[in-house]
């Protein structure tokens, strides 16, 4: 089967099983069949883009791939998303594992990532004011950290995404680790020991996991834990709290796109009856693990901003809040500010 012959039986196939986006799931799969192929063939990676594609309609694939292409596209038929069937997705340009254990990553997810980034200079953790309380400035928690270092931490971090892509800009320059001297801590947690998996996989094999460096250099990278929210942190103080929990109201849920609605895991999609139940228990929860001058960052849906606000306005009265909306004008990001 040529590369020509192969995309046009895939769109037929995926077409008549009425798949979203036939056309780019084929390509995408054919694609990632040809590179794993050169690769495996050479030992060297050789990615096979959308223009070498076209470049390259009589190209021949090999038995083997062929093979694998069928079968790719008889699991995209039954409307699996191409990245649990790949099992690899990019996110700010890290490539990340994913399973059905864990919510796919969204391109939008980055802009939250990015609004985190703009609060913490690369060089300086975030100097704290007036602080007289030990415990404010998080001192009996930092386990031999920096004291005046940023907390960071994510709630809900399925694959690791957003801790990961966070901590790829804090890596530190000696051993090639990201270290304390960035004077940012990142700290994640999942209530599914199974999402644990794979952000722990992730962070192993991008060099951003937990490890010790010798002599005076320590070595700091994501510390995950397990369990409900805020419940694994008894004791802790963080600076920042970033989380993309499930927003989606209960009722919506049926409606989503079959690729959603039947593969990716429901507990990261059900945010109860408005949408908005489990960050209300988290802002309810956040005020005795907050340190002064704290912010949060939510991802959130349409017409949130305004849920978000009354709740804000209910258990953090002295908070400012903001609303972001992405490209397409839709309330994304939610700050909340002390």
Same mark, same amino acid.
């Given at each position: 089967?040529?590369?020509?012959?192969?995309?046009?039986?895939?769109?037929?196939?995926?077409?008549?099983?009425?798949?979203?986006?036939?056309?780019?799931?084929?390509?995408?799969?054919?694609?990632?069949?040809?590179?794993?192929?050169?690769?495996?063939?050479?030992?060297?990676?050789?990615?096979?883009?959308?223009?070498?594609?076209?470049?390259?309609?009589?190209?021949?694939?090999?038995?083997?791939?062929?093979?694998?292409?069928?079968?790719?596209?008889?699991?995209?038929?039954?409307?699996?998303?191409?990245?649990?069937?790949?099992?690899?997705?990019?996110?700010?340009?890290?490539?990340?594992?994913?399973?059905?254990?864990?919510?796919?990553?969204?391109?939008?997810?980055?802009?939250?990532?990015?609004?985190?980034?703009?609060?913490?200079?690369?060089?300086?953790?975030?100097?704290?004011?007036?602080?007289?309380?030990?415990?404010?400035?998080?001192?009996?928690?930092?386990?031999?950290?920096?004291?005046?270092?940023?907390?960071?931490?994510?709630?809900?971090?399925?694959?690791?995404?957003?801790?990961?892509?966070?901590?790829?800009?804090?890596?530190?320059?000696?051993?090639?680790?990201?270290?304390?001297?960035?004077?940012?801590?990142?700290?994640?947690?999942?209530?599914?020991?199974?999402?644990?998996?794979?952000?722990?996989?992730?962070?192993?094999?991008?060099?951003?996991?937990?490890?010790?460096?010798?002599?005076?250099?320590?070595?700091?990278?994501?510390?995950?834990?397990?369990?409900?929210?805020?419940?694994?942190?008894?004791?802790?103080?963080?600076?920042?709290?970033?989380?993309?929990?499930?927003?989606?109201?209960?009722?919506?849920?049926?409606?989503?796109?079959?690729?959603?609605?039947?593969?990716?895991?429901?507990?990261?999609?059900?945010?109860?009856?408005?949408?908005?139940?489990?960050?209300? @228990?988290?802002?309810?929860?956040?005020?005795?693990?907050?340190?002064?001058?704290?912010?949060?960052?939510?991802?959130?849906?349409?017409?949130?901003?305004?849920?978000?606000?009354?709740?804000?306005?209910?258990?953090?009265?002295?908070?400012?809040?903001?609303?972001?909306?992405?490209?397409?004008?839709?309330? @994304?990001?939610?700050?909340?500010?002390?």
């Amino acid at each position: 089967m040529r590369v020509k012959e192969a995309l046009k039986w895939a769109n037929r196939q995926l077409k008549n099983n009425k798949v979203s986006e036939p056309e780019k799931s084929a390509e995408f799969l054919l694609r990632q069949v040809l590179s794993a192929g050169a690769q495996s063939h050479t030992g060297c990676g050789i990615e096979w883009d959308k223009a070498k594609l076209i470049a390259n309609p009589d190209y021949a694939l090999t038995g083997k791939q062929e093979e694998q292409f069928r079968q790719f596209i008889e699991r995209r038929k039954k409307h699996e998303p191409v990245w649990y069937i790949t099992g690899r997705i990019e996110f700010y340009g890290l490539d990340l594992e994913v399973s059905q254990d864990v919510l796919i990553p969204r391109p939008e997810t980055e802009f939250l990532v990015e609004e985190v980034l703009s609060v913490i200079p690369a060089e300086a953790g975030i100097q704290r004011k007036d602080c007289i309380d030990s415990r404010l400035c998080g001192n009996d928690s930092k386990k031999g950290g920096n004291d005046n270092a940023a907390r960071i931490l994510e709630l809900g971090t399925g694959s690791g995404a957003i801790s990961l892509a966070l901590a790829s800009q804090f890596k530190g320059k000696k051993e090639g680790f990201w270290s304390s001297q960035n004077d940012v801590e990142i700290f994640a947690s999942d209530i599914s020991s199974d999402a644990l998996k794979i952000a722990k996989r992730n962070a192993k094999r991008l060099g951003l996991d937990s490890r010790s460096g010798s002599g005076m250099t320590k070595i700091v990278g994501i510390e995950f834990r397990q369990g409900d929210l805020l419940a694994p942190w008894q004791g802790e103080m963080f600076d920042i709290i970033v989380a993309n929990l499930p927003y989606i109201p209960h009722e919506d849920l049926d409606s989503l796109a079959l690729d959603i609605h039947h593969w990716e895991p429901r507990v990261a999609l059900d945010g109860g009856k408005e949408g908005l139940e489990i960050y209300e @228990r988290l802002i309810k929860q956040a005020k005795d693990y907050l340190n002064e001058n704290y912010q949060m960052f939510f991802e959130i849906g349409i017409g949130q901003g305004k849920g978000i606000r009354k709740l804000a306005e209910k258990y953090l009265p002295e908070a400012s809040v903001e609303i972001k909306k992405d490209y397409g004008d839709i309330d @994304r990001i939610a700050i909340i500010k002390g």
